[in-house]
């Protein structure tokens, strides 16, 4: 396996796009008038049902492919269902109702912050499908806000190459499993209005413009004050590919911090699939010679259940080929194959786990078919496989044993044209597996049930018009004015303060860093404590500070009179704060106390003072109730120890 | 069409777009480039649907996406290419297996055995029985299935003169030996075709199920695939013989149930267990582990040489739903307009306010049957009961009986077909014929929940 740690992305051809979905605040669901409101606990229900899907037709006439599987895969849904979330629509037992305007102004805005030129002037309402049970209809109703966007990721732009409004799926409860061909839903989730924003994937070279394509996106759903917050309420899909390799779409990566290993672990996995490939070319196996011949070998075992072999001709080291951290070639195949037919990949077995050292012996899902030495030659004398050929063993019922040995040999075969295009499934440790085949274009079609919504350009005009400074514009400006880095900037956005910094620093000319240490350092300091600030305090006290009547070094006093009794006056507080005065000859005398009573011994150098200084400055201000600046006490500090040097 | 020859018609484009698309010369199916302003897209042109807007197009983008563009003067549009959908489901190989019963499926415009286009609301040809085992292949091995078109068209378009024929089409395949008959049919007015069914075949040897689907057969969640196979289950196998409705019975894809069509009344506009069998529980329940029968008096499979086609029918029949406030002009006005009967759906036990009386009389005069059912639904007329119920029968009208609506109207419909004499036509209304009257109601026939019955959310939470 290639060094993950030691890739040359440009050099490898590598490129990704993304694919953010963010639920948007809204009062109700999409298509019908449900409260968003979720479940704390998703296996939360009041009723159920349960359904099957099947594929139909895209309206060029044509079955998509990855319907197909999924329909192979005969999944019975059961939904979980409360009153409270969920109506008929969301059981899909009535028509769509009117969609949610709010939802769909809101798409138009959130495109106006992207740079989007081209809008949709009606609101054309497209199903796509989905047959993994997520949506009750079997397809989710989705529509374009806009296309051809951006947003500038390091001196560039990354264009944003659509961006839809469109119903949430249904929340999946219980993914242990994932051979179980009975899959849970909560559909408390179903209907929320989402966006979908999309990426153009050449525009990106490394992890770290992925990265910050991410972030760039976040920070306008934060800024725009669209995006809904809180945990589970964003998720992204990644598409990578290397040169020589394919789309692959890695679905449901939510924490950014896991970018770039994410990333690492897909390009090694494509780059040891095209030398898989090229192995296979080499020594010249076709798919012709990979044929569905499965031999039942169930005899050699002790049990009940089917046990089915195929050969696979000149295969022998490829299975054993390590694909990602901790999984070789075999086991990515058994992944696919469990996923379509049910049969667990624990019950696969490929000959190269014989070698010794065999990846797959250490990997999460070894064999537990237990082909100890013996068995393994007696399987051979049936096989009898040539010296370069290599096997593969799946146990089950003979149904679902012949099914996935159907799976398992249309996989291999696939290795010859390399990386399949295909939809998997982000695991915590940084890999991915098999969720399905991508999804094309022939998913998607017409909902019949919703007409054309039309929207003119003036009404977009409209409702665009006012829509606040971009993310990229703030930083710029806050950067140069005031040296504001973007981790500062980032906090007055996701903290959603930003409002509240112009006010201050514009209209009340309150210093910017003060601001911010009021809007972000003081809130999120008082948060820990369980006092939250609302904007009238904030307003209050930025007032205080502007007009000179309070100093920085009162604030927390400030706050926890203002925390006591939310309706204090201005005027209130400063009674309250008992504010002293001191003749300069009294501060002195404080202050020379505090330094004496820290000892002469303790400072005896500049670094002494340096050192010491914060805890004398604390202790005077303590003395003096926070009356008097900080920085005052620290200049006679200082005039006072140059004197004693 | 001349090979060579293009036919530029913008299928359902409009006005001044439609001139212009004709003097460009670009057609629906082509790709084509639009230019507007600093926005750029290229797709398909997509065939415009009717009732939307004159002057967008409907463009198909490479993501598969449609979307709206207005396109004014300023707007450029070019043809760049063209590719027409054929949308048609890939055909399966079927061959004739003797071990399996035959069944026909004769389809008249439901859902189930066609598609409705999305574009323009019609309804596309009936699948050929290839492109039917295509979408629900299941039905490969469980009959000999032959799907035939009567019509294709919306159920709210049925008229009686349909009935008669779609009983015709019935008459044949018994007598060509099918065992087990399926109506597709969309769900709107399925129970009333049942009903007029019901009387129209005589003796009936064989299953006739009608079928539909709640949900069209364009989505991945319908219906449709398990009714059919289901339904073709019970025309082939079950030992039954009479005309019956078989849909979802809950909202999962756990069980059907079996109405007999005159006791059944569609009860909710969109959802799959809409079917409810009223003042009694329906017939049995079939899953895939088989039919279960609930009640004992089903008419079993019998002779087909015993069979009878009659189907004399007088569609001069209307209905009236009384409500306070009702001019009695209304039933003047059919008498006007020479109405050989007509079905008055009355209040409670099956009133009308009194100021109705005179119609009633000149009807009485007229010698035309009128026919009191209940609207509430549920339960009998009994004009005996009140004093204003007996005025009521002194003017002649006929009580109903515990006959949903549509059993009446169609009956009357059947009776008048024989005979405009009105005894006889009371005799024919009164006599039970297919279960539409029932000379007994048991406590089961009447089950409603409201929701809030104990143990209800047992029930709700295994549907």
């Known amino acids: 396996m290639i060094d993950s740690n030691n890739l040359d992305f440009k050099k490898l051809g590598f490129h990704a796009g993304l694919e953010v979905h963010h639920q948007i605040k809204s009062k109700r669901k999409l298509f019908c008038n449900c409260p968003t409101i979720l479940e704390e606990d998703p296996e939360n229900m009041e009723y159920s049902f349960y359904r099957y899907f099947r594929p139909v037709l895209g309206e060029m006439g044509d079955f998509d492919p990855g319907m197909l599987v999924e329909f192979e895969k005969g999944y019975k849904v059961i939904y979980l269902a409360n009153e409270r979330n969920t109506c008929t629509y969301e059981m899909d037992e ?19 912050y992207f740079h989007c030129t081209s809008f949709a002037e009606e609101i054309v309402v497209n199903r796509k499908q989905y047959l993994d049970g997520s949506i ?113 779409e890695i679905k449901g990566v939510q924490d950014l911090d896991l970018f770039d290993l994410m990333c690492r672990n897909e390009v090694v996995r494509q780059y040891t699939l095209i030398e898989i490939k090229d192995e296979m070319l080499k020594r010249g196996i076709t798919k012709d010679a990979l044929e569905h011949t499965y031999v039942d070998i169930s005899h050699l075992f002790e049990s009940e259940v089917k046990h089915f072999a195929v050969i696979c001709p000149k295969m022998k080291g490829l299975f054993g080929l390590e694909v990602q951290p901790n999984k070789d070639f075999g086991l990515e195949i058994f992944e696919k194959s469990m996923l379509i037919t049910g049969v667990p990949r624990e019950n696969h077995y490929h000959s190269d786990e014989n070698e010794e050292g065999a990846i797959r012996k250490n990997s999460d899902f070894s064999s537990n078919l237990e082909i100890n030495d013996q ?19 799946v146990r089950g019922s003979e149904k679902q044993a012949m099914h996935a040995l159907k799976k398992v040999i249309e996989r291999i075969k696939i290795a010859l044209d390399g990386v399949p295009q295909e939809t998997r499934r982000f695991i915590r440790d940084g890999n991915s597996e098999f969720l399905r085949v991508i999804h094309g274009k022939d998913r998607i079609y017409p909902d019949t049930d919703t007409p054309p919504v039309v929207i003119s350009l003036d009404k977009i005009e409209e409702i665009t018009r006012n829509i606040g400074k971009r993310p990229w514009d703030v930083f710029e400006e806050l950067n140069s004015k005031y040296g504001f880095s973007q981790n500062k900037v980032d906090l007055l956005i996701r903290d959603e303060q930003l409002d509240l910094f112009y006010k201050f620093t514009e209209e009340l000319n309150l210093n910017a860093h003060l601001s911010y240490k009021l809007l972000i350092e003081i809130y999120r300091e008082n948060k820990r404590k369980g006092i939250t600030l609302d904007e009238e305090d904030f307003e209050r006290i930025a007032e205080l500070l502007a007009q000179e009547s309070i100093i920085t070094e009162q604030l927390h006093q400030v706050v926890s009179i203002i925390a006591k009794n939310k309706k ?9 704060l008992n504010i ?40 005077v201000l303590k003395e003096c109730n926070y009356s008097i600046k900080g920085q005052t006490v620290v200049n006679l500090v200082n005039s006072f120890r140059k004197e004693v040097i | 069409m001349v090979e060579g020859e293009i036919i530029y018609d913008p299928e359902g484009y409009r006005g001044s777009l439609r001139e212009r698309l004709i003097r460009d010369k670009i057609r629906t199916w082509s790709k084509v480039s639009v230019k507007k302003g600093e926005a750029y897209y290229e797709g398909l042109l997509l065939p415009r649907s009717q009732n939307t807007d004159d002057d967008y197009i409907t463009l198909k983008v490479d993501t598969g996406y ?56 019609a309804v596309l040809p009936a699948f050929t029985p290839e492109e039917l085992f295509s979408a629900v292949p299941e039905l490969i091995s469980t009959v000999n299935l032959t799907p035939k078109t009567l019509y294709q068209i919306l159920s709210e378009n049925f008229r009686p003169e349909y009935w008669v024929k779609t009983a015709e089409a019935i008459a044949k395949e018994i007598e060509s030996g099918a065992n087990g008959i399926i109506i597709g049919h969309g769900t709107d007015t399925m129970c009333v075709t049942g009903c007029a069914l019901s009387y129209f075949l005589r003796n009936l040897p064989v299953p006739v199920v009608l079928v539909g689907s709640q949900r069209s057969s364009d989505r991945p969640s319908s219906d449709g695939p398990r009714n059919i196979l289901y339904a073709a ?32 009344r569609k009860m909710h506009s969109a959802r799959r267990d809409t079917f409810k069998s009223l003042s009694d529980i329906p017939l049995g329940k079939i899953d895939d582990s088989g039919t279960t029968w609930f009640k004992d008096d089903i008419r079993p499979r019998s002779n087909p040489e015993d069979f009878y086609l009659d189907a004399k029918i007088d569609s001069r029949v209307g209905m009236l739903y009384f409500y306070p406030g009702m001019n009695p002009d209304l039933l003047e006005s059919m008498v006007d307009l020479g109405y050989h009967g007509v079905v008055v759906i009355g209040t409670g036990l099956a009133h009308v306010g009194t100021d109705v009386y005179p119609a009633l009389e000149r009807c009485q005069e007229e010698e035309i049957p009128v026919v009191m059912v209940v609207e509430p639904l549920y339960g009998f007329a009994q004009l005996r009961v009140y004093e204003t119920g007996r005025d009521m029968l002194a003017r002649g009208v006929i009580e109903g009986e515990n006959m949903l609506p549509s059993a009446a ?52 939470k295994n549907l």
């Open chain 1, 94 to 112: 009535t028509p769509p109702f009117f969609p949610d305007m709010e939802a769909i102004e809101k798409g138009y805005i959130l495109s106006e």
């Open chain 1, 136 to 248: 009750t209809t079997g397809f989710q109703r989705t529509f374009i806000s806009a296309r051809d966007g951006w947003v500038p990721v390091n001196g560039k732009k990354v264009r944003i190459t659509n961006l839809h409004v469109e119903e949430d799926a249904a929340r999946r409860v219980n993914w242990e499993d994932t051979s179980n061909r009975t899959v849970y839903f909560n559909l408390d989730r179903l209907g929320l209005p989402l966006t979908e924003i999309i990426t153009e994937y050449t525009d990106v070279d490394t992890p770290e413009e992925l990265i910050e394509t991410a972030k760039q996106i976040g920070r306008v759903l934060r800024i725009s004050k669209i995006g809904r917050r809180g945990l589970g309420t964003a998720r992204q899909d990644v598409n990578i590919s290397i040169t020589g390799g394919d789309r692959v």
């Open chain 1, 375 to 393: 068995l393994y030659q007696k399987i051979c004398s049936i096989l009898n496989p040539k010296e370069n050929d290599a096997f593969i063993v």
């Open chain 1, 568 to 576: 204090i006056t201005k005027q209130e507080i400063i009674e309250q």
């Open chain 1, 580 to 619: 002293k005065k001191f003749s300069d000859e009294e501060l002195e005398n404080i202050v020379k106390q505090k330094i004496n009573l820290i000892g002469d011994e303790k400072l005896q150098s500049p670094e002494d003072e340096q050192r010491y200084l914060p805890k004398i400055v604390a202790l």
């Open chain 2, 66 to 121: 449609n979307l709206g563009i207005l396109v004014d003067e300023e707007t450029q549009v070019q043809e760049i290419g063209y590719q027409k959908g054929h949308y048609q489901l890939p055909h399966v190989e079927v061959k004739f297996k003797e071990e399996l019963p035959n069944v026909t499926l004769l389809g008249t415009g439901g859902t189930v055995a066609s598609r409705l286009d999305y574009r323009t609301g």
């Open chain 2, 233 to 264: 289950q019970l025309a082939g196998y079950e030992n039954f013989a009479e005309v019956v409705i078989s849909m979802h019975g809950t909202p999962s894809d756990s069980y059907n149930l079996v109405h007999r069509a005159t006791r059944c």
């Open chain 2, 409 to 460: 109207y169609t009956k009357l419909i059947w009776a008048l077909g024989h005979t405009r004499n009105l005894d006889e036509v009371r005799d024919i209304m009164l006599t039970p014929i297919a279960g539409e009257i029932t000379n007994r109601e048991s406590p089961r026939g009447f089950m409603i929940m409201q929701g809030i019955e104990p143990g209800i959310d047992q029930i709700l």
